[in-house]
Nanobody, 121 residues
C-alpha cells in the first residue's frame, strides 16, 4: 500500500493550498480517508476525514476553511485549504482506515509520507 501526498508549500496567511493524496495497493472504495497534521513540538492531530460514501467530518478549527473530497475512480483524496492561518503550519499526512468516521490516528492503518505546509504571517 502506498499513499503519496503532494501539494504542500509556503503561502501567506489568508491564502489557499490544495493537498492531494494518491493511493495504490488498497481497495480505495472500502476505506475512509483522513488528513492529519503535526506541527513542530506538538502531537499529530486530526484534521478531516471522508467516508467511502463521501460523508465528511472536520476538526473544529478548520471547519468552514478546509474541504476534504475524494475521487474513487482515481483513488485520490484531496484537502482544499482556504483562509490559511500561521497556526495551520504543519506537516500534513493522508491516511486510510477501515473504520467509518475515524478520527484517532490509531484507527488508521495506512499513512503517507507527509507534505509540509508553511503559512507565513
Amino acid at each position: 500500500v502506498q499513499l503519496q501526498a503532494s501539494g504542500g508549500g509556503l503561502v501567506q496567511a489568508g491564502g489557499s493550498l490544495r493537498l492531494s493524496c494518491a493511493a495504490s495497493g488498497l481497495t480505495f472504495g472500502g476505506y475512509s480517508m483522513g488528513w492529519f497534521r503535526r506541527a513542530p513540538g506538538k502531537e499529530r492531530e486530526f484534521v478531516a476525514t471522508i467516508s467511502a460514501g463521501g460523508g465528511t467530518y472536520y476538526q473544529h478549527s478548520v471547519k468552514g476553511r478546509f474541504t476534504i473530497s475524494r475521487d474513487n475512480a482515481k483513488n485520490t483524496v484531496s484537502l482544499q485549504m482556504s483562509r490559511l492561518k500561521p497556526e495551520d503550519t504543519a506537516v500534513y499526512y493522508c491516511a486510510g482506515s477501515v473504520i467509518l468516521g475515524a478520527t484517532n490516528p490509531r484507527e488508521y492503518g495506512y499513512w503517507g509520507q507527509g507534505t509540509q505546509v508553511t503559512v507565513s504571517s
